[in-house]
């Protein structure tokens, strides 16, 4: 598509339940990145692919998160065991290379 | 030291007034920078580029400074719907972002 799309808008989870969240790049776009933001907008950086391969995941909680980007199917962006701290709302962004990257209306999660 | 450092402001500024100011970048390595803006924690939308030359899109001015590690944004003839957060990025390795906190401009009748 000609946006980035991401589902679903809002998540509300319980301490250790387990969150899930879905970016479908703009099509064409070979790298999809993964951003958390906190409050007073400070933005961090998780996780990056390119196609199906992880990019870059220097970012990553490696305990509890991880990603994937299947073919022919939306990018996710998983939580096991979710706590307080995660709450946040979570971007994707696409571009086609190095450059400009586009971001999808994010997806707020509220752990509780 | 965070990697992108701004101004949260607020400026608030009067309609038709000129606007500006900074994003200082920590590293010395990164080679792309932008402009978003951001509404009410919306998603990003980006502004412009900002290229070593310097760039101009309308009411908008972006300038690099290599040498002092910064970059700017200039708003001319402010308009009520300026009013959001302005977010610098830079990109430096891996073709990730590093964002600043934003800095909040108010544009008032």
């Known amino acids: 598509g000609e946006e980035v799309a991401q589902t679903p808008k809002h998540l509300v989870r319980g301490e250790g339940q387990k969150a899930k969240l879905y970016c479908a790049p703009i099509k064409g776009h070979s790298y999809v990145f993964w951003y958390q933001q906190v409050l007073k907008n400070e933005f961090k950086f998780l996780i990056s692919?390119?196609?199906?391969?992880?990019?870059?995941e220097t970012g990553m909680p490696k305990e509890r998160f991880s990603a994937k980007c299947l073919p022919n199917s939306p990018c996710s962006l998983e939580i096991q065991a979710t706590k307080l701290e995660d709450s946040a709302v979570y971007f994707c962004?696409?571009?086609?290379?190095?450059?400009?990257?586009?971001f999808g209306p994010g997806t707020r999660l509220t752990v509780l | 030291r965070k990697e992108v450092e701004q101004d949260p402001g607020p400026f608030n500024v009067p309609e038709g007034a000129t606007v500006a100011f900074n994003c200082t970048y920590s590293?010395?390595?990164?080679?792309?920078f932008f402009w978003y803006r951001q509404d009410c924690r919306k998603e990003p939308k980006l502004l412009m580029s900002?290229?070593?030359s310097g760039n101009e899109d309308g009411r908008f001015t972006a300038q690099l400074n290599r040498a002092s590690q910064y970059i700017s944004l200039l708003i001319r003839d402010s308009k009520l719907s300026d009013s959001a957060t302005y977010l610098c990025g830079s990109g430096g390795g891996n073709y990730k972002l590093s964002f600043g906190a934003g800095t909040t401009v108010t544009v008032r009748a």
């Open positions: 692919f390119q196609n199906e391969n992880v990019f870059d």
């Open positions: 962004a696409s571009s086609q290379s190095e450059g400009e990257q586009f």
């Open positions: 900002v290229y070593s």
């Open positions: 590293n010395s390595a990164s080679q792309s």
